[in-house]
T-cell receptor, first 116, second 114 residues
Framework: EAQVTQNPRYLITVTGKKLTVTCSQN?????MSWYRQDPGLGLRQIYY???????DKGDVPEGYKVSRKEKRNFPLILESPSPNQTSLYFC???????????????FGPGTRLTVL | RKEVEQDPGPFNVPEGATVAFNCTYS??????FFWYRQDCRKEPKLLMS???SGNEDGRFTAQLNRASQYISLLIRDSKLSDSATYLC???????????????FGQGTILTVHP
């Protein structure tokens, strides 16, 4: 089954304790992206990657890191989480080989993170 | 001003009603446009792309007005199952400075009641 998976789905942690949220897709997609969703603000793009070893900042990259060492994986790293990073996080992927314009983004199920 | 703006609603309509959502965007270099649907904090899923000529998929019609920088979604004959949050999404232009970027509106909540 074609899918985007994220782990963990739920995480409660404390301020300053490094964490990684994994994202993996099995559709051989070139493009992957991370978003956070907060009430009243919608989804905001954190980082995206057009291909292996190519990453770029989205609209809200502060406090986050990413890496793209393999095509299928795009982990999101919070080196020193703070309470304002409490949010619902989505990973997504899409194909690029047939163009950028109208390729559908496929989303993972989301990771609900609480930082105390 | 937000890059992509939607009326957050909520819209409460009876079954069978027609409802329309609008979305405005500020970056005139934006390339492509979409409506996504999100159910109750689940992952967003593509409802339809929005083409320059307008497009229809069953009860759903999407329109794009590049001159006025807005897109719209019309839902006819609303069903209970249409209750969800509808997200307007704008993609940056390929090859431009916003290539790779997607910007979401804050979403419009629709509730269809019996």
């Amino acid at each position: 089954e074609a899918q985007v998976t994220q782990n963990p789905r739920y995480l409660i942690t404390v301020t300053g304790k490094k964490l990684t949220v994994t994202c993996s897709q099995n559709m051989n997609h070139e493009y992957m992206s991370w978003y956070r969703q907060d009430p009243g603000l919608g989804l905001r793009q954190i980082y995206y990657s057009m291909n292996v070893e190519v990453t770029d900042k989205g609209d809200v990259p502060e406090g986050y890191k990413v890496s793209r060492k393999e095509k299928r994986n795009f982990p999101l790293i919070l080196e020193s989480p703070s309470p304002n990073q409490t949010s619902l996080y989505f990973c997504a992927s899409s194909r690029l080989t047939n163009g950028w314009s109208y390729n559908e983004q496929f989303f993972g199920p989301g990771t609900r993170l609480t930082v105390l | 001003r937000k890059e992509v703006e939607q009326d957050p609603g909520p819209f409460n309509v009876p079954e069978g009603a027609t409802v329309a959502f609008n979305c405005t965007y500020s970056n005139s270099a934006s390339q492509s446009f979409f409506w996504y649907r999100q159910d109750c904090r689940k992952e967003p899923k593509l409802l339809m792309s929005v083409y320059s000529s307008g497009n229809e998929d069953g009860r759903f019609t999407a329109q794009l007005n590049r001159a006025s920088q807005y897109i719209s979604l019309l839902i006819r004959d609303s069903k209970l199952s249409d209750s969800a949050t509808y997200l307007c999404v704008v993609k940056g232009r390929a090859g431009g400075t916003s290539y790779g970027k997607l910007t979401f509106g804050q979403g419009t909540i629709l509730t269809v009641h019996p």
